[in-house]
């Protein structure tokens, strides 16, 4: 036997074991019982490199395994546990025991896979960027465990005295072996149907936000977690405008409507509204906004008031008035853009509308509503507080300051006497946190019949230089008030004092924030829709009226065998294709660039269109900057119908396109 097996053995075991960590390390980001699961398989498996004796332990591992399989099979149908954390603690359990008992090169390919199939369950329960490393390691370190299994087996069966191991021709058939590797996963990356919001996403991937809820209850005296974990991206651009809005934004979530004397909530009584996917017009001042939602349980879609329209990517909303907009899917992170109309009016405007004419007898009715049992005492405060003032718009201004100067904001509110969360807020205590502070304010301007509600958002934000978004977190969460102002309909008044301003993030905070968002935009985010357009073929998410949808996964796996059977005459028709058939595709793959750069511009062009037809229809919304699009496609009829010759027209197309880049955006 040569003098350099054993070593061999030795470094094709360690890399294996490298591997199982990685693996198991996949789990530790998500929190709860995968990190648990994590850390005990860690300290099980560094156990069995240590003491493990294979030969004597058969038997025991043998009932061990059918012990696992029982208790998995309990854990399911008994315990009603989630199959996705009973999986997860098989695998691992499965990794454990080849730790223990791994002895030949088949026994640590077992364990090979078994860790990838570990990393792929991390990667469906965490988005964290930490991930990312992990996913480099494993694909690194794969080729070279591959390698040195398979020469341990070459060793094992033909050993050869005096021949070195690592010969240049082995050396070559490893890089052979990690580029192959790559392009594999690469491929399996790219068309491997995904799983959205299925039994794994609902395994914890949507989260409650602290101090955000669609019920606000006075009665619960515990403090609001200051908790930095990000909730949103925002990128608001007034229309017309260059330069994003930085922080701070308010983002309204949910109105609530009915107040018991101790919560509010939302009643039945909201009238629905369907929520346009495109305003019907624009007009300076408008806002557009681009923005990246993390998973919530409440399904609440945000917005700067007062939101015009929203698009989501083939998902159905549900609207309520005033201003509640949910959407109907699974929990799962969004993207998604919408336009809205601030109120841009001065006191005088709103002064003056509030006069108009008020909600109708139910809407009236409805908005005003008190308990019966509300502390007499708050209706008197009221009165005596903005009792006298002529209009709504100025009682609710004499409220908001006097809420504002003899009140002080605290995370943890105080219980009082009274035993009356509101009572005890505005009589004694005087400290409490913004849900206090909004349902103080539309009490009393309930009690002084000005129809109000109180509003769940986010308030504040923290600008990033390196993404150019405001990042919301959850420790922004806050509560507001709307009161309608005839005329002028809802407007905002918000009586909580003002905090301190947090310091900016620093630059090496910020970017991590940009490296999280382009991990989970790029890669966790990576779905069917983003498969099919790759293959330039149509989005299926809608597909269902069509009646071919359930056939959709099928085609990423074809596509996948077509490229693997197709990939070795592809390149070499690459490789060796004359330059003129090359020009032949150049003035049709600058229009491809010029429709690319009007979907970045935010024009959703209608679909079926013809090129001429299409940039007249842009010309007419965006005005003379889109006219170089028309030239660009005159040029394409010119060499595909009338025969002109493409290269002559080369320099004039590329001038066009250039030109195009001065249109704006989508208003």
């Not at 909303?317 to 601030?342: D, I, K, Q, T």
């Not at 301003?501 to 935009?521: C, E, I, K, N, V």
């Not at 071919?548 to 070795?568: D, H, R, S």
């Amino acid at each position: 036997m040569r003098r350099d097996g054993p070593r061999l053995r030795r470094a094709a075991a360690w890399t294996v074991r490298l591997l199982m960590v990685l693996g198991l390390l996949s789990l530790a980001p998500k929190g709860g019982v995968p990190t648990l699961t994590s850390v005990g398989g860690l300290a099980l498996m560094a156990l069995g490199w240590v003491v493990a004796r294979p030969a004597r332990w058969q038997t025991g591992w043998r009932l061990a395994n059918a012990a696992a399989a029982v208790l998995a099979l309990v854990l399911v149908f008994l315990f009603a546990r989630p199959w996705g954390e009973v999986a997860m603690l098989l695998v691992v359990y499965l990794l454990v025991h080849r730790a223990w008992t791994a002895q030949a090169p088949q026994d640590h390919r077992v364990a090979l896979l078994l860790s990838y199939l570990v990393i792929l369950l991390g990667s469906t329960l965490s988005d964290s960027p930490w991930l990312a490393p992990l996913h480099v390691g494993m694909v690194s370190l794969l080729p070279l465990a591959l390698l040195l299994l398979h020469t341990w087996d070459v060793d094992t069966l033909r050993p050869a005295r005096g021949a070195s191991l690592f010969t240049p021709r082995r050396a070559s058939g490893l890089v052979a072996t990690g580029v192959a590797l790559l392009l594999v996963s690469a491929g399996v990356f790219l068309s491997l149907p995904r799983l959205q919001a299925g039994a794994m996403a609902r395994w914890g991937a949507a989260s409650s936000v602290s101090g955000f809820s669609d019920q606000v209850r006075l009665g619960d005296l515990g403090a609001i977690q200051t908790n930095p974990t990000p909730v949103m991206e925002v990128e608001a651009v007034p229309v017309g405008g260059d330069q994003a809005l930085g922080p701070p934004l308010r983002m309204r979530g949910v109105a609530l409507d009915a107040f018991d004397g101790e919560s509010w909530r939302r009643s039945g009584l909201l009238v629905p509204w369907r929520v346009p996917e495109q305003p019907r017009t624009m007009q300076g001042g408008d806002i557009v906004q681009d923005v990246l939602l993390e998973p919530l349980g409440e399904r609440i879609l945000f917005g700067l008031s007062r939101v015009l329209a929203m698009r989501t990517d083939g998902m159905h909303l549900l609207g309520h008035a005033p201003g509640n907009v949910r959407h109907l899917g699974e929990p799962r992170r969004l993207s998604y853009r919408v336009w809205s109309r601030p109120q841009v009016d001065g006191p005088e405007q709103l002064r003056s509308a509030s006069r108009g004419a008020p909600l109708n007898r139910r809407g009236q009715r409805h908005f005003t509503r008190l308990p019966p049992e509300l502390d007499p005492n708050v209706r008197a405060l009221a009165e005596r507080v903005a009792g006298s003032q002529p209009t709504p718009y100025d009682k609710a201004q004499a409220l908001e300051a006097y809420l504002q100067d003899n009140f002080t904001y605290t995370d943890v509110p105080e219980a009082g006497s009274l035993g009356l969360p509101l009572s005890d807020f505005l009589f004694e205590t005087r400290r409490g946190h913004c849900e206090y502070f909004a349902t103080a304010l539309a009490v009393m301007l309930r009690s002084l019949d000005v129809p109000s509600i109180v509003v769940n958002g986010f308030y504040g934000g923290e600008w990033n230089d390196v993404t150019g978004f405001v990042t919301l977190r959850q420790s922004d969460a806050h509560s507001w008030v709307e009161a309608y102002l005839g005329g002028a309909g809802w407007v905002t008044f918000d009586a909580t004092p003002q905090a301190v301003a947090s310091p900016s993030a620093s630059w090496l905070s910020q970017l991590g924030d940009a490296a999280t968002r382009a991990w989970r935009q790029q890669v966790v985010d990576f779905d069917l829709g983003d498969q099919l357009a790759l293959l330039n073929l149509p989005d299926f998410n809608a597909g269902a009226s069509v009646g071919w949808a359930p056939a959709a996964p099928l085609v990423p796996v074809g596509a996948l065998l077509v490229l693997v059977g197709v990939l070795p005459s592809l390149v070499r028709s690459l490789l060796l294709r004359p330059r003129n058939q090359t020009r032949r595709q150049g003035v049709e793959g600058l229009l491809q660039r010029a429709w690319g750069l009007v979907d970045k511009r935010g024009y959703a062009v209608p679909r079926g269109l013809p090129p001429a037809a299409a940039a007249d229809w842009l010309v007419a919304r965006a005005g003379p900057a889109a006219v170089p699009l028309q030239e660009l496609a005159s040029c394409h009829y010119r060499v595909r119908y009338a025969g002109e010759d493409e290269a002559s027209l080369l320099p004039e197309a590329r001038q066009h396109l250039a030109s195009l880049k001065g249109l704006p955006r989508a208003g």
